[in-house]
T-cell receptor, first 112, second 112 residues
Framework: GENVEQHPSTLSVQEGDSAVIKCTYS??????FPWYKQELGKGPQLIID?????GEKKDQRIAVTLNKTAKHFSLHITETQPEDSAVYFC???????????FGKGTMLLVSP | ETGVTQSPTHLIKTRGQQVTLRCSSQ?????VSWYQQALGQGPQFIFQ???????GRGNFPPRFSGLQFPNYSSELNVNALELDDSALYLC???????????FGQGTRLTVV
């Protein structure tokens, strides 16, 4: 089955800095890669996703890149703000089946 | 807010007991997936329901079972509770043929 590795487990940055979280996946058949943000006491919130026919996708301050050959994808957050502090999860799945395999998460702490 | 609601939000049960968790899916969504999230870990796929039938299952024993109703809401039942079943249980709704999955706030189950 699919295995998703996520690094780092914790990431501390100063407000205004950029943050990068990296994930690798094992199943070359996976072709849908969402990212979720989970705040304390809440469920995961879908923030951005990418499909394997696209190399990069941007939405305001967040972007995701995908390298199919190397089987890794990354989340980039620019101009970080304290409200970006949360746990971020990457996931992988086969498009159309919506069953997700998650990484173990990255706790992002943005200091004012 | 995703429109996915789960009840109850918190629950304490004794080892050996049975528990039922409930999920109302987002309007227009016909597929419900359940995930278990242990403390400090990413969500793990339990099973998925589509058209009232189980449509995929993760590595969980048969004492984890579910139902989906004609209005697409769903239940997760766990029999013979074990201490290791203590976790946040998440419900995600989606529409068949699409990839985006939207999570509820979860039910925090504590087994003592």
């Amino acid at each position: 089955g699919e295995n998703v590795e996520q690094h780092p487990s914790t990431l501390s940055v100063q407000e205004g800095d950029s943050a990068v979280i990296k994930c690798t996946y094992s199943d070359s058949a996976s072709n849908y890669f969402p990212w979720y943000k989970q705040e304390l006491g809440k469920g995961p919130q879908l923030i951005i996703d990418i499909r394997s026919n696209v190399g990069e996708k941007k939405d305001q301050r967040i972007a995701v890149t995908l390298n199919k050959t190397a089987k890794h994808f990354s989340l980039h957050i620019t101009e970080t703000q304290p409200e970006d502090s949360a746990v971020y999860f990457c996931a992988a799945s086969l498009s159309g089946y919506s069953t997700l395999t998650f990484g173990k998460g990255t706790m992002l702490l943005v200091s004012p | 807010e995703t429109g996915v609601t789960q009840s109850p939000t918190h629950l304490i049960k004794t080892r050996g007991q049975q528990v039922t968790l409930r999920c109302s899916s987002q309007s227009g969504h016909n597929t419900v997936s359940w995930y278990q999230q242990a403390l400090g870990q990413g969500p793990q796929f339990i099973f998925q329901y589509y058209r009232e039938e189980e449509n995929g299952r993760g590595n969980f024993p048969p004492r984890f079972s579910g139902l989906q109703f004609p209005n697409y809401s769903s239940e997760l039942n766990v029999n013979a509770l074990e201490l290791d079943d203590s976790a946040l249980y998440l419900c995600a709704s989606s529409h068949s043929g699409t990839d985006e999955a939207f999570f509820g706030q979860g039910t925090r189950l504590t087994v003592v």
